[in-house]
Structures are given as C-alpha cells and as structure tokens.
C-alpha cells in the first residue's frame, strides 16, 4: 500500500513531464509551419510590403502629429471629453495611417491581380485594425495594468479568430498542465482565468465609478450615506465578478465554502484590530455621528475631516498636518463634534477691567467691538452678549459671549481678533486693563529701614 501511495508522485511527474515535452514538439512544429508559408515568394513579397506602408506610416506620422498638436493647442475651449478623445487619436496616429495605406494598397492590388496575392496584406490590415479598434475601446479603463491585460487579452484572441487557429492554440495551451492532486491546471486555463477575470473586473470598476459618480451628486444623500453607499457598491460589484469568473471557469465554488470559513477564523484572531476597525467604520457610516466636513477634536487633535476610509478617519487640522485616526478610536473615546447637528460654535471671551470703569459702558464696548469682526454672528438669538462673572482683587471680571457659524475656519484666529477689537475698544475710550503690581523691599537695607521709620511715625 506504501509503494502505492509513493509510485503516484512518481507517475504525476512523468506525466507532466511528457505533456511538456509535447507541448514543446508541437510550439516547434506550429512555428516551422507558419515560417514555410511566409517563406513563399507572394508571402514574402507581401510581408515586404507591409513592413514598408508601415515605415512610410511612421514618416508620414511626424508631420501631421505635429501639425495636429498644433491645431489642438488653438482648442482651449473644448470640453475635457472632446479633448481627450482628440489626444487618443493624437497618439493613434501612426495605427491610423498604417491602417488606411494597408487597406488601401489591398484594395489596389486586388484591382491589378490576384486576390491571392493580397491575402495576407489583408491579414495584416485585419490585425491592424482590430488593434486600433481595442486600443480605442481599452480607454475606458481607468486602471493602467487591468487596461493593459484587457487590451492585450482582447486583441489576442481577435488576432486568433482572425488566422483561423483559435482550435490549434487552445489545444496546444491545454497540453501544457500540472495536476495537483485531482486537479488539472492547465496553461489554457490560467490565459481564460486572465481574460475572464480582467473583463469582469474592468467592467465591476466601470460601473462602480459610475455608481459613485451619481451617488456623490445626488444632494438628498448625506455625506456619510454617500461614502456608505459607494463602498458597499464597490464591494458588491467585486465580489460578484470574482465568483462569476470562477463559475465560467467550471471551478467548483463548493470548495471555497469550507476554505473562506477557514480564512475566516484565522482573520478574526489574527486581525483583531483590522476587523475592529472595519466593523467601526461601518458603524460610524450607519450612525452618521460623523461625516466628511465636519469639525472635530479628539484629545489635543482639533481639525476638520477629509475623507472617511475603510480603517480610518483622515483629519486635517490648522496648521496642514493630517491625522489618520483608526476607526475604533471614534467609537470608543469622547469626540467632541463641533459641527454634528448645525454649524453654531458658541465662545467664550474672558478679560477684566479696572474698578474705576464704568461697567455698563464695558459691556456695551465690549459687545459693539465683538460686532465688527467679520466671522461673528450678530443675527437674533446669535448676538454677542458681556455679563459681569466677579469682582476680583484687581479686575471687574467679565465674559464675552461670541458665536460663529464657520468652526472650520479656526477657532484661535478667531479669539485672537476679537481680543485686538477690544483691546483697540478699550484704548479709544479709556478703559484700562488692570495687571497685578507687587511692590518688593529688601531686608536690611537703609532705603528700606528709612522708608520703614517714617511711616511709622519714628
């Protein structure tokens, strides 16, 4: 029974082995062949001709993609979609050309001779044109390498269909194989998993940004419910290409139900504060305790949030640092959201003034100097008000009461300008500002004990 169990291996690997040795027999074979056709005089003639319309292409290519950078550079008022397609066709220049005097020539020379003796000139102009065709229709990827896989996917299969061995290739691709237990990957199955894959998830990324695009311009959804809405969107579009791809491929996806509860559990214990996190954002995006926009402080963190991701929050404050907050951070310590229901911050100014001045007149000073900073409000039930807190051992005491309507625009700043109005205020009319004086003597010194005698009567 152990001979058995050991001979399998053994038997696997022989079979591989002799798939690949046909696969090698059989590229070899397929080349030899195709080179004997390009070999016959007509075919060469034409092979020559087409690499020269393809040498006049790129010469022809220079001056009139210069003269046509040109013209574009004199069309500022296009809108950005016509002036994108117009720089496509900029860089498509030389396919273009190629196409038009390949096809062109085939035309001529089916007129003055045998159509034979153009067929494989109109080969190449079906290749040509099929890759402008997919270099053009590839654009709407927004994804470089998924654009990459998808264009040339896409024109090798085409170039296939278009030689008429699409059968010899797939046969030669699926002598190529690994078996791995009663599984058999074959190299065919992995260029179908590429291109299937690539599709789907060129056309998942499509429509998902055409999803958020809508979402974010819809104003009857908040911010939070659009960043909700836009990531389950993406979620969704994903993992439905993923599993149909596996399901075209003929995988069994029965297989997969015992591997992701696997996956799973070793997740939960080893990624703890990632799933919490994750878990947290989706709670903050349900709860719309906060929402992209808002002003927050969080500990000694005060600023505004920028965006809301999947792991964290992005804060950016005053001073142009942003902070990237982990979402449990949110939900488990005390946030303060200036901007949660409304934009109204109410602050408040403390300053004293000398016993000498007149109270009422510092509370109407105070109030009428408030007033001309330009960030605070002076609409009903938002007016600046003074009320007298105490009298201290130098001051009356005073607090200043402001509200403003921007917390996103600093709350320092805006301390700091109203302090200068006062203070401007206060120096136009005469009221004073106390500060504690102390007077200090010195022991035993005779300026001192002098001072000391006369104002005890010595």
């Known amino acids: 029974m152990m001979e058995e169990e050991q001979d399998q291996p053994k038997d696997a690997i022989a079979e591989s082995t002799a798939e690949a040795l046909e696969f090698g027999q059989r590229v070899v074979a397929l080349l030899s062949e195709a080179g004997e056709i390009l070999l016959r005089p007509w075919n060469a003639y034409q092979v020559g001709i087409a690499v020269g319309l393809y040498l006049l292409a790129v010469l022809l290519s220079r001056p009139i993609g210069a003269a046509f ?43 003055l001779t045998w159509p034979s003796r153009s067929w494989l000139l109109g080969v190449f102009g079906n290749l040509a044109l099929a890759w402008l065709i997919v270099a053009f229709a590839t654009r709407l990827v927004g994804n ?23 059968e010899e290739v797939e046969s030669l691709l699926d002598g190529l194989a690994v078996h791995l237990g009663d599984t058999r990957i ?10 299937i894959l690539g599709v789907l998830f060129a056309l998942a990324r ?10 974010k ?59 919490s996190n994750l878990v947290s954002g ?40 942003e902070y990237l907050i982990p979402n449990e951070d949110l939900i488990t310590s005390q946030v303060v959201n200036w901007s949660h229901s409304d934009n109204y911050v109410r602050l408040d100014l403390r ?68 302090f200068l ?13 106390p500060f504690p004086q102390r007077e200090v003597r010195l022991l035993n010194d005779p300026m001192s004990v002098r001072v000391a005698s006369e104002e005890n009567g010595g």
């Open 351 to 418: 300053f004293g003034t000398g016993y000498g001045d007149d109270p009422h007149q510092v509370r109407r000073i105070a109030i009428e100097a408030a007033q001309q900073v330009p960030r605070v409000l002076s609409s009903d039930g938002k007016k600046p008000v003074c009320h007298v807190t105490g009298f201290g051992d130098s001051s009356v005491d005073y607090v200043l009461r402001i509200w403003i309507d921007d917390p996103s625009g600093g709350l320092t700043n805006i301390r700091g300008a109203v």
């Open 217 to 275: 311009r819809n104003a009857d959804i908040s911010p939070s419910m659009q960043v909700l809405g836009v990531k389950l969107a993406q979620i969704l579009l994903y993992g439905a290409a993923f599993f149909m791809g596996l399901k075209a491929l003929g995988i069994d996806l029965t297989g997969l139900a015992v591997l992701s509860g696997a996956i799973g559990v070793g997740l939960g214990f080893g990624l703890q504060k990632v799933v």
């Open 144 to 166: 470089s390498l998924l654009r990459s896989m998808v264009k040339y996917g896409a024109w090798t299969w085409i170039t296939l269909r278009i030689l008429n061995v699409t």
């Open 282 to 321: 989706l709670i903050i995006l349900l709860d719309k305790s906060i929402k992209p926009g808002d002003v927050i402080s969080l500990g000694e963190t005060f600023g505004w949030i920028n965006s809301l991701g999947a792991r964290y929050v992005s804060v950016v404050t005053r001073d142009g640092r």
């Open 69 to 111: 950078h040109n013209w574009l550079r004199h069309r500022s008022g296009w809108p950005r979609w016509r002036m994108r397609v117009a720089l496509v066709l900029h860089k498509r220049i030389r396919a273009i050309l190629f196409v038009f005097l390949i096809w062109a020539t085939v035309l001529i020379m089916q007129e």
């Open 421 to 433: 109005a006062l203070w401007d205020a206060f120096q136009a009319a005469g009221v004073s500002i």
């Open 206 to 215: 499509f429509i998902s940004g055409t999803a958020a695009n809508r979402i």
């Open 186 to 195: 074959s190299l065919l199955l992995l260029v179908q998993a590429a291109v």
